[in-house]
């Protein structure tokens, strides 16, 4: 029988003798994929792109990514390569992309994408903590690209502007937050403390009013009427061009009935992405502070 120790000292050794080798090939991966030329799947990838300053080649759903994103803009110059979960893929084999990148385990297998470019998925969350798992994207994809200090840049950017922004919440006290957007006349998504905002939430000592049952992604659907219960609470509407729906139900007497409204305590604010990373946790923090910042 072989000695345990001798394999690892071999395995180890191995290793050293190899670890250069592997380098060059790290150093010659990143350099084969043309920065200009990398296609986003998803909407995730494309954030972390632009967190990078790197600006896709094309990117699935151009229009709903305007309606349901908003921040950060796309340029205008990208391709839009057709639906998130069905791209066009005979466009993108056309589009000759030096990459490809997507948000894992949704949209086309990655079987099928390897056969016109080498690429990888992102992950949008552990189901704990999205924000983190975003940083830790970030920092894969700059490592990726061979744009580390970039990251390094724009997470310390990141930490600067959050810190800015939280002497703006100091006179609110422990007063809860509700954060919704109107799917239709009868249900809301609502935000739990597994979503992409608590952490911004938690610096800025807001606590979230949510604690009812939650999903994987740190939102849940749940009846209107589910509203009613939220007394001493402000509640944020994240709008994305749904004024129609959302007009009749504010005319409704349910609506007109909830505490939240009766003091005025409802805002309707712009469309922030609920499954992003750390450009929209800017976005929202900038929108937080545009509905609440600096009031009691």
């Known amino acids: 029988m072989l000695d345990p120790t001798l394999i690892s000292r071999r395995r180890l050794l191995t290793a050293l003798a190899i670890s250069p080798l592997l380098l060059k090939m790290n150093t010659a991966r990143a350099a084969a994929i043309d920065p200009h030329r ?15 300053g790197i600006a896709p080649y094309g990117v699935a759903d151009i229009p709903n990514y305007n309606m349901w994103v908003n921040e950060p803009k796309i340029p205008a110059s990208t391709i839009d390569i057709g639906l998130r979960t069905e791209p066009n893929l005979e466009l993108l084999t056309q589009m000759k992309p030096s990459y490809l990148v997507w948000s894992a385990g949704y949209g086309p297998s990655p079987e099928t994408l390897a056969r016109i470019a080498p690429g990888r998925g992102f992950t949008f969350s552990d189901g704990k903590k999205p924000l983190t798992m975003a940083r830790h994207s970030i920092n894969e994809m700059a490592q990726l690209l061979d744009r580390e200090a970039a990251a390094k840049e724009h997470l310390d950017h990141f930490d600067r502007f959050i810190d800015s922004l939280k002497p703006r919440f100091a006179a609110r006290g422990d007063r809860p937050l509700l954060m919704v957007t109107l799917l239709d006349a009868r249900h809301v998504l609502v935000f739990g403390k597994n979503c992409l905002f608590q952490e911004v939430l938690d610096r800025f000592n807001i606590p979230n009013a949510w604690e009812g049952e939650m999903t994987f992604w740190g939102s849940t659907t749940v009846g209107i009427d589910r509203l009613a219960q939220f007394r001493d609470v402000d509640v944020l ?6 004024d129609r729906e959302m007009q009749k139900l504010m005319a409704t007497p349910l609506w007109q009935a909830m505490p939240f409204v009766r003091e005025q305590r409802f805002q309707r604010v712009p469309a922030v992405w609920f499954y992003g990373a750390t450009l929209s946790a800017m976005h929202f923090a900038r929108v937080l502070d545009g509905a609440l910042g600096g009031k009691a």
């Open 38 to 52: 990398i296609v986003a799947l998803e909407w995730l990838p494309v954030e972390l792109m632009l967190a990078l």
């Open 237 to 242: 509407c994240f709008d994305h061009g749904n």
